[in-house]
T-cell receptor
Framework: GAVVSQHPSRVICKSGTSVKIECRSL??????MFWYRQFPKQSLMLMAT?????????EQGVEKDKFLINHASLTLSTLTVTSAHPEDSSFYIC?????????????FGPGTRLTVT | SQQGEEDPQALSIQEGENATMNCSYK?????LQWYRQNSGRGLVHLIL?????REKHSGRLRVTLDTSKKSSSLLITASRAADTASYFC?????????FGGGTRVLVKP
């Protein structure tokens, strides 16, 4: 089955620093990847849609200058949380759609837990 | 609000019992999907039901969809302790998935 990986799985950083999270589709190509944020005991909220070779589309209320998304290849999207603050501490999950099958199904990564101290 | 609604928010049952959870969504959809999430982990895709389908089965899972009411239900039959998890519905419109608030299910052995 389609596998999506994320790296790192956990990261602790100091307030004011930047953190980069990688999302990779391991055995398929993904023209579109999605980034979600999930706070404890809450649901997933879509942050942005990442399109290979073009700018990401951000959801309302998500600061594009704070959450930088780069989708440089068909298998890799990165999310950089810039100048992180404690309120950015969350579980960040990416997903990807299979370019070839054009399936509706999104394959989810295992998530990255970010803690900002 | 971006999210749909799910109820109940939490459900506690004995092993062997059935678990039913409901989901409502707000817009027209292509399909509706159900996911499971174990604590602190990623999502596992359970089942997808298309907008022109009314019911779908997969193993111990049964999903219904009522597009006139913009609602869906997930039934887990003969539950097991390993079914303990949070369950989320996600309505799909175009490229996007909009997740419901989730139902936390505890199956007691």
């Amino acid at each position: 089955g389609a596998v999506v990986s994320q790296h790192p799985s956990r990261v602790i950083c100091k307030s004011g620093t930047s953190v980069k999270i990688e999302c990779r589709s391991l055995d398929f190509q993904a023209t579109t990847m999605f980034w979600y944020r999930q706070f404890p005991k809450q649901s997933l909220m879509l942050m942005a849609t990442s399109n290979e070779g073009s700018k990401a589309t951000y959801e309302q209320g998500v600061e594009k200058d704070k959450f930088l998304i780069n989708h440089a290849s068909l298998t890799l999207s990165t999310l950089t949380v810039t100048s992180a603050h404690p309120e950015d501490s969350s579980f960040y999950i990416c997903s990807a759609r299979d370019h070839e099958t054009k399936s509706y199904e999104q394959y989810f990564g295992p998530g990255t837990r970010l803690t900002v101290t | 609000s971006q999210q749909g609604e799910e109820d109940p928010q939490a459900l506690s049952i004995q092993e062997g019992e059935n678990a039913t959870m409901n989901c409502s969504y707000k817009t027209s959809i292509n399909n509706l999907q159900w996911y499971r999430q174990n604590s602190g982990r990623g999502l596992v895709h359970l089942i997808l039901i298309r907008s022109n389908e009314r019911e779908k089965h997969s193993g111990r899972l049964r999903v219904t969809l009522d597009t006139s009411k913009k609602s869906s239900s997930l039934l887990i039959t003969a539950s097991r302790a390993a079914d303990t998890a949070s369950y989320f519905c996600a309505s799909a419109a175009g490229n996007k998935l909009t997740f419901g608030g989730g139902t936390r299910v505890l199956v007691k052995p």
